[in-house]
């Protein structure tokens, strides 16, 4: 028997369609019960931490009194983000910089330190670094007793 040139894809489609509604009917399957779960209570807290992006170091004058400095050199030594400076240098291994101290806050570089006194900028020193960079020397910047 042959079928004439039209019916054949409509037959083709139909048998497509039967197929795919019974592949529905063998996937609906009864969904077994959940199971009783334990309750769980989750207890926390907030700790607020630093309200910065970077943490201010204040020293007043009573702090420089109990730490017993006696120039800004010193006052350096007191600050945690003071590192890699070089106050106190040996001036036989490094003469260019004998004399000085600089800012290197968080280890950036001697010459990354944006120093301001009394909103402008201080300029560099003429001495350099070892490493060849430029730095303001804060033992020109201002007495010991005038910092307050």
Do not use: Y
């Not at 970077?54 to 120039?71: C, F, K």
């Amino acid at each position: 028997m042959s079928l004439p040139p039209c019916s054949a894809p409509r037959l083709a489609l139909l048998t497509g369609a039967a197929f795919c509604a019974l592949s529905g009917a063998a996937h609906a399957q009864i969904a077994p019960a959940p199971a009783a779960l334990d309750e769980v209570v989750v207890t926390g807290s907030r700790l607020s931490g630093a309200q910065k992006l970077a943490p201010v170091e204040i020293l007043d004058r009573q702090a420089l009194d109990r730490a017993g400095v006696a120039d800004p050199a010193q006052v350096l030594q007191l600050l945690t983000a003071n590192s890699g400076s070089e106050a106190r240098v040996d001036q036989l291994n490094q003469p260019q910089s004998s004399g000085t101290a600089q800012f290197n806050l968080r280890n950036l570089g001697l010459g990354s330190t944006l120093v301001l006194v009394d909103g402008l900028r201080w300029t560099s020193s003429a001495a350099v670094a070892t490493d060849g960079s430029g730095f303001v020397d804060i033992n020109s910047l201002v007495p010991l007793i005038a910092l307050q």
